[in-house]
């Protein structure tokens, strides 16, 4: 969202240089107002060397994706997924873990980031939600030109890197693995 006027107390706000870029900032409040992405989450379902992609409605209506969508407000980024999910494809799923994220910076006024994870069907009925025209499993070799987002297609490339090389289940392994971190007092 990009503030002209100040959203607590109207006054018309005034560009400062901060950190060396323009920010919007109110003079009453004492304010910066920071443009920041929203959060988007992906769920990959894989059967045997295929990924299933759904074609959308809305933004980028005909092109295929990774069935994902926005974490809302309050709403826990794993429980975003399942939903996002469900409401694209018919389909229940467990998730994973987190494959990979990334900044999304294909449409400049709406910048995202990323998050994929790995998931497990645990039942329901594929067919598209009222965000998807269309549902269907593709080979990893065969996506659709058609791709809304430039990063769905690196997901894909990787996985299907892993999966050539006989290290899909490896690279989970070390997916899913909790990093030795030390604890701060």
């Known amino acids: 969202m990009h503030f002209k006027f100040c959203p607590h107390c109207a006054q018309p706000l005034q560009p400062m240089d901060k950190d060396g870029k323009i920010r919007p900032y109110c003079p009453r ?30 933004s980028y ?40 994220a990334h900044s999304n910076f294909h449409d400049p006024a709406k910048q995202t980031v990323g998050v994929w994870f790995w998931s497990e069907c645990t039942g329901g009925r594929l067919q598209p939600g009222t965000d998807a025209q269309e549902a269907r499993f593709f080979p990893l070799k065969a996506l659709p030109e ?11 490339e990787k996985i299907d890197a892993y999966m050539s090389f006989g290290r899909l289940k490896a690279w989970l392994k070390a ?11």
């Open 29 to 58: 409040c004492l304010q910066i107002f920071y443009r920041n992405p929203t959060v988007g989450v992906a769920v990959v379902l894989m059967r045997a060397d295929c990924i299933l992609l759904v074609r959308r409605n809305g």
């Open 61 to 100: 209506a005909g092109m295929w994706c990774i069935p994902c969508g926005h974490v809302e407000w309050n709403e826990d980024i794993r429980l975003a997924g399942v939903r996002e999910f469900k409401e694209e494809t018919g389909l229940d799923v467990t998730l994973g873990p987190v494959i990979d």
């Open 146 to 156: 058609e791709m809304a987002f430039p990063t769905d297609r690196f997901v894909c």
């Open 175 to 185: 997916c899913s693995a909790e990093p030795d971190m030390p604890l701060s007092e």
